[in-house]
C-alpha cells in the first residue's frame, strides 16, 4: 500500500475520516472530515498556534508572510521531487 492509501486507513480507524463511494463515479470515493476529524484538526490547528506564538513577535509581518512564502515554495519542491 502506499502512503496516501496508509493515512486514509489510519485516519478512517481512528473515525477522523469518512470515504463514501463518490455518487457521481462508481470507480471513485470521496475523503470528507467527521465531526470528530474536524475536532482533532482544530485541535492541532490550535496547539500549533500556540507553539507559533512566540515566533509572532520575533518576526515582523512582512518578514513572517515571506517566511511563509519561502516555506510554501520548499515545501512545493519537495513533494514535486521525492
Known amino acids: 500500500m ?3 492509501t496508509n493515512t486514509v486507513n489510519r485516519l478512517t480507524e481512528k ?3 469518512a470515504v463514501p463511494p463518490d455518487p457521481d463515479d462508481g470507480r ?3 475523503a470528507e472530515l467527521t465531526p470528530a476529524g474536524r475536532a482533532a484538526r482544530n485541535r492541532a490547528v490550535n496547539r500549533l498556534g500556540q507553539g507559533l506564538a512566540p515566533l509572532a513577535g520575533t518576526l515582523s ?3 513572517l508572510r ?3 512564502l519561502t516555506l510554501h515554495k ?3 519542491w519537495f513533494d ?3
Do not use: Q, T
Request: glycine letters at 10%; charged letters at 40%; proline letters at 5%.
Open 80 to 82: 514535486r521531487n521525492r
Open 15 to 17: 473515525r477522523y475520516l
Open 66 to 68: 515571506d517566511a511563509l
Open 2 to 4: 502506499g502512503a496516501m
Open 61 to 63: 509581518d512582512p518578514e
Open 28 to 30: 471513485g470515493k470521496l
Open 74 to 76: 520548499a515545501r512545493v
